[in-house]
Nanobody
Framework: QVQLVESGGGLVQPGGSLRLSCAAS????????MGWYRQAPGKQRELVAR???????NYEDSVKGRFAISGDSAKNTVYLQMNSLKPGDTAVYYC??????????????WGRGTQVTVSS
């Protein structure tokens, strides 16, 4: 059974930093595509950052140069380091795993999310 548990959200002032964690169980995260998504009130969920099993990363334009996705294989955990936070980054952040089952089949799993609020 695949489970993703996010942590690290909270209230931070503009310009501050947070590190989100996504602890994975039931999969070895480094073998699959892992991503961070966010959803602000009244908006659709959007991709923030993603890392493939090959180590390739991509970021949403507004977070490039401020956010970084990384992983710790020993802890089976994916991180999102967020720097220079802005009020527009306020959202619920979700971890997602695209698990390759082979034969062109991919199962998608989501965590429950962690709230990030950027406000003075």
């Amino acid at each position: 059974q695949v489970q993703l548990v996010e942590s690290g959200g909270g209230l931070v002032q503009p310009g501050g930093s947070l590190r989100l964690s996504c602890a994975a169980s039931g999969i070895i995260f480094s073998r699959h595509t892992m991503g961070w998504y966010r959803q602000a009130p009244g908006k659709q969920r959007e991709l923030v950052a993603r890392v493939t099993s090959g180590g390739s990363t991509n970021y949403e334009d507004s977070v490039k140069g401020r956010f970084a996705i990384s992983g710790d294989s020993a802890k089976n955990t994916v991180y999102l380091q967020m720097n220079s936070l802005k009020p527009g980054d306020t959202a619920v952040y979700y971890c997602r795993a695209d698990v390759d089952r082979g034969w062109s089949t991919t199962d998608v799993y989501w965590g429950r999310g962690t709230q990030v609020t950027v406000s003075s």
